[in-house]
DNA sequence: CGGTATCCCCCGCGATACTG
DNA sequence: CAGTATCGCGGGGGATACCG
C-alpha cells in the first residue's frame, strides 16, 4: 500500500502527517507536557519502542517536533515546533467528539497506570495546603489483563506533582480507595465524585479537612465538562 | 495489530473512528456534499471499490453516516449524522494544518479529474449570466500517469453545475486552457489567478464578457483563503 | 534511560473479476 | 450504478534482544 493518498486537497496532505496510526496519541500526549521517550510511552503505553522512534523521526522530518539532544547526556528531549503546535485545534476537536459521542470505559480500556499518569498532570497545585501531601491510590476491580501495579503514590507540593509505583517510605496523608472502572468514570466527567463517594465505590480515608478538599485538587480530564449531546446522555 | 489504542481517552477512541485509512479523506468527501457511492469515489479515487464499502459499513456501525436505500431502486445514498456532522471541526483543522504547512502541488498530486471534480463544487452560480453557460477545460502538463481525459466541460446554469468528461455536443461558450500544476496552484490559493493569467499559463478564450467575469465564479479551495504562516510563505 | 537491530507473522489493502 | 467475492502480497508493526 503506498503510505501517501495521491491528493493535493490539504486535507489529505495533513492526513498523511497526522493520522498515522498511534500519532495522534503522541501529539496528544506532547500537548499534555511529555517532553522525553519514556514519559511519552507511558501515555501511549501499548506502542513499541521501535515504533515509537520510527514516529518520531517522522514527526520531527515533517517538521512537527524538533529533537534536542541534551548538552552533554544521552537524555534527549522532544518539543512541538510551531506546525506541531497547530494542531491542537485538531486534537481538541477530535477529544470533544469522542467526549460526546462514544462510551469509552470498558473492560478493554481501563488501565490503572494510564489513568494514574494523566491524573498526576491534573492536580489544581494551588490549593494544596503547604508543604508536602502524600496520597495513596488503591484500586480495585482491575482487569487481569493490566499488568503494572493497582497501588500508586502521588506527592504533591507546591511545585509539582511526582508519580511513584513504588513505597516512597513516606507516611501517607490520605488514601483513595477506588473502584477502577467508577474512578475512570469519574475522570471522563460521566460520573459525579460526589456519587461515586455516595455510593462508596470511591472512598477517601484521611483527615477530615483533606477529604474535603480533596475534590477540588483533583482537576478532571481536559474533556470532562464537555457535555454529551442530550439524545445520547448516560442513564442515571 | 489490534485495531484499537486500549485507551479510554476520548481522543484515542474518537481515533478508532476518524483516523483509519481514508477515512478522514471519506467524510471530507461527504462534508462538501457528495452522497451516493460513486460520487465519494470520485473524489477518493484511489481507493478501491472494495474498501469504500468496507469503510462506510464501518462508519455506518459507529454511527457516523446513515445509508438510505432508495424506495424501489438499487440506488442507496449516504449521510452524516448528528454525530458525523460533529468531525466537521477537525476535517476544517486538518485542511487549515494542510494549506499552512505544507506543499501539495507534485508530480504525484496532479490530477485533472480530481481537480475538476472539486471545482465543479465552488461555482459562484449566482454570479452566472442567465441562461446555460459551457465552459470547456483544457488541461496541459499532465502527468503520464493520469489515466482520465485532460478535456472536461462544465455545464451551468442558475441551478446547478454538470460534469462532462466527453463532448456534450454543445456549443461552447468559454474555453479555459491552463497548465494543471499552475490551476491546481490558484485552485489551492498558492498562485493569484490574476498572476496565471498575466503569465500565460491559464487562458481564457471566449467573448469579453465572460472572459471578465469568469474569475468571479470560481471560488477557489475551501482553504485557499488561509495564509501561510510568514515564516513559510512560498517563493514570488 | 533512550533508544537500535532483527526476525517474522499476519492482515490490510490493492487488483481483478463478477453480479443484480 | 452500486457494490460483492476472491486472491495474493508487502510491509507495518509486535516481540524480543541488545547497546551506549
Redesign the pocket.
Known amino acids: 500500500?503506498?503510505?501517501g493518498f495521491g491528493q493535493f486537497c490539504p486535507v489529505a496532505v495533513a492526513c498523511e502527517v497526522f493520522a498515522?496510526?498511534?500519532t495522534p496519541l503522541i501529539l496528544r500526549e506532547m500537548f499534555a507536557g511529555s517532553m522525553?521517550?519514556?514519559?511519552i510511552r507511558r501515555g501511549v503505553p501499548?506502542?513499541?519502542?521501535?515504533?515509537l522512534?520510527q514516529r518520531?523521526?517522522s514527526l520531527e522530518a515533517r517538521g512537527v517536533i524538533v529533537?534536542e539532544s541534551a548538552a552533554q547526556g544521552?537524555?534527549?528531549?522532544?518539543r512541538l515546533t510551531d506546525a506541531g503546535r497547530e494542531f491542537k485545534p485538531v486534537i481538541e476537536g477530535l477529544g470533544a467528539w469522542g467526549q460526546r459521542w462514544t462510551v469509552r470505559v470498558s473492560r478493554d480500556t481501563l488501565d490503572p497506570g494510564f489513568l494514574m499518569w494523566n491524573m498526576h498532570r491534573r492536580i489544581d497545585l494551588a490549593r494544596l495546603p503547604n508543604g508536602r501531601t502524600v496520597l495513596r491510590f488503591d484500586y480495585s476491580g482491575v482487569p487481569a489483563r493490566c499488568r503494572g501495579p493497582r497501588q500508586f503514590w502521588l506527592l504533591l507540593d507546591r511545585h509539582g506533582c511526582g508519580i511513584c509505583v513504588e513505597d516512597p517510605g513516606l507516611e501517607v496523608d490520605l488514601c483513595i480507595d477506588a473502584d477502577l472502572a467508577t474512578m475512570t468514570s469519574v475522570w471522563l466527567g460521566d460520573t459525579p465524585l460526589a456519587d461515586a463517594l455516595r455510593s462508596r465505590k470511591v472512598r477517601l480515608l484521611g483527615p477530615r479537612t483533606l477529604v474535603r478538599e480533596f475534590p477540588a485538587w483533583l482537576m478532571l480530564s481536559r474533556f470532562a465538562h464537555i457535555q454529551r449531546p442530550a439524545s445520547h446522555a448516560p442513564g442515571p
Open positions: 500500500m503506498r503510505s498515522e496510526r498511534w522525553h521517550f519514556n514519559d501499548l506502542i513499541s519502542s521501535a515504533l522512534a518520531l523521526r529533537r544521552r537524555s534527549s528531549s522532544y
